[in-house]
């Protein structure tokens, strides 16, 4: 299983950004996926979880900034990020986990991702 981000870069407050995670190695709807982002000297935290259906969990600091699509005959998931803020500085990660039988529901926490990508930068600057 292999997680491959791509990108991130620079941009001044108030601009867009679209991320991708390249999945490979797995049955991509096999999979619950969601994305990370980690700031310096904090705690990474959900950006996106992606559930079942199709049906999108935003964090609530994005919510109508951030918008996930998936290409499932590529096997990639993208964030489009607009309206970017300094807050918004991080690096983000996209992250699996084989969900088995069930279903893809509400947001887990990040131990429960055991596959992650190498991430990719964002910063935003005011």
């Known amino acids: 299983v292999q997680l491959v981000e791509s990108g991130g870069g620079s941009v001044q407050a108030g601009g867009s950004l679209r991320l991708s995670c390249a999945a490979s190695g797995y049955t991509y709807s096999s999979y619950c996926m969601a994305w990370f982002r980690q700031a310096p000297g904090k705690e990474r935290e959900g950006v996106a979880y992606?559930?079942?259906?199709?049906?999108?969990i935003y964090a609530d600091s994005v919510k109508g900034r951030f918008t996930v699509s998936q290409d499932n005959g590529k096997n990639i998931l993208y964030l489009q990020m607009n309206s970017l803020k300094p807050e918004d500085t991080a690096m983000y990660y996209c992250a699996a986990f084989p969900r088995g039988g069930g279903l893809c529901v509400g947001r887990y926490p990040r131990n429960r991702y055991n596959y992650w990508g190498q991430g990719t930068q964002v910063t935003v600057s005011s």
């Open positions: 992606i559930n079942s259906g199709s049906t999108i």
